[in-house]
């Protein structure tokens, strides 16, 4: 009978143990996605400056093979 109540509560305790360590896990997650978020605004760059620097290269590109022939 005392083994029984020492493994009933061991497993109370890990069951304890486990719950806590699922919040922490959730809270870090939370704090991960906050912080992606952040990164996100900062390496987002517009589609326009994209366009606008890949005509200057293909130009600048097709002028200098102009210019070799």
Same mark, same amino acid.
């Given at each position: 009978? #005392?083994?029984?109540? /020492?493994?009933?509560?061991?497993?109370?305790?890990?069951?304890?143990?486990?719950?806590?360590?699922?919040?922490?896990?959730?809270?870090?997650?939370? +704090?991960?996605? /906050?912080?992606?978020?952040?990164? #996100? /605004?900062?390496?987002?760059?517009?589609?326009?400056?994209?366009?606008?620097?890949?005509?200057?290269?293909? +130009?600048?590109?097709?002028?200098?093979?102009?210019?070799?022939?």
């Amino acid at each position: 009978m #005392r083994q029984a109540k /020492k493994h009933i509560h061991n497993a109370q305790l890990y069951t304890l143990y486990n719950i806590g360590v699922d919040a922490t896990v959730t809270g870090c997650g939370s +704090l991960q996605k /906050k912080i992606e978020k952040k990164l #996100r /605004k900062y390496l987002v760059v517009p589609n326009i400056f994209v366009l606008s620097l890949s005509l200057s290269l293909s +130009l600048s590109l097709s002028l200098s093979l102009v210019e070799q022939a």
